[in-house]
């Protein structure tokens, strides 16, 4: 059974498509701080068409361009960029955006924010640099004991956009159970993409013995999915980076196979996975889409500029 939706979201389509882009509007190299998403075949095929990936925007050379990668930056991180004489795409997702802009605004006005995450995520890092005065970073139900505030009736909560659904729930339940007044933020932090394939994985994963998610282990949205699979009724589940990790073992006795990815995988990799398991007997496909997805944004603001003045350029010579 092949979950729907699965694979590229509309931020990691539109980080990709940046980078491609600005190697084909300006030219390699082209410098990406950190994994533009977290997908290790992405950025491999993007190193080869000339991308360069950096971990620190230090390693830039004066004058390069740089490109943000989905998961979001300090300001910090744009004010080196700036000392650096870098020219800078960034290809935040906007619903990370939306998330620092939250975090701003509850800074402003003096609250104290809880960023339900997964501490050292480069998301969370981004996020809490916006106001690191004001945020904590609650890792977790087990981690809310240890959370400290100033006022505990000026408190909210935020949280990371690839997080499980019902566990963030139960951190936001214990939470409450500290604060009663705890603040919740206007709308979900969670995105749209990683509610939906949860959403398709919980369907699947009742009729299945094994579940494959296909993804990569320091992708936090992949790593939710196998854990949701096996906490709603899969008897096994696995993360794989393409088929050529799955265990034939791992087949045995099993009647159902349940198959996803994640967020930033491509669906090349989903066409593997399909092949190696038709090889092996495994040919009858079933789709289970319990949503429909049409999410798609705009390519960041820096590369569009560009993008419509070398057009002008063009028609007016
Ligand atoms: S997983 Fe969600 S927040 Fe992250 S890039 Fe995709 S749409 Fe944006």
Known sequence: MLAAPRGYCAGVDRAVIAVEQALEQYGAPIYVRH?????????????????????????????EIVIFSAHGVAPTVHEEAERG?????????PLVTKVHKEAVRYAKDDYDILLIGHEGHEEVIGTSGEAPEHITVVDGPD??????VRDPEKVVWLSQTTLSVDETMETVDALQSRYPNLLSPPSDDI???????????KELAARSDLVLVVGSQNSSNSVRLVETALSHGARDGHL?????????????????????????????????VLEWLAARGWDGLEV??????????????????DLRAEAAKKQAG
């Not at 190193?47 to 230090?58: I, L, R, W």
């Not at 981690?143 to 400290?148: G, S, W």
Request: overall charge negative; glycine content about 6%; proline content about 5%.
């Open 35 to 63: 994994e533009i998403v977290h997908n290790k075949y992405v950025v491999r095929s993007l190193e080869q068409k000339g991308a360069v990936f950096v971990e620190e925007t230090e390693e830039v050379p004066p004058g």
């Open 85 to 93: 004489k870098l020219a800078t795409v960034d290809a935040t997702c």
């Open 143 to 148: 981690d809310v004991e240890n959370v400290r």
């Open 191 to 201: 995105c749209y993409a990683t509610q939906n394939r949860q959403t398709a994985i």
């Open 240 to 272: 794989v980076d393409n088929a050529e990790e799955i265990d034939e073992a791992w087949l045995e006795g099993v009647d159902t196979i349940g198959l996803s990815s994640g967020a930033s995988v491509p669906e090349v990799l989903i066409d593997g």
């Open 288 to 305: 289970v889409q319990p949503v429909q997805e049409h999410m798609q944004f705009s390519l960041p603001k820096e590369l569009r500029r």
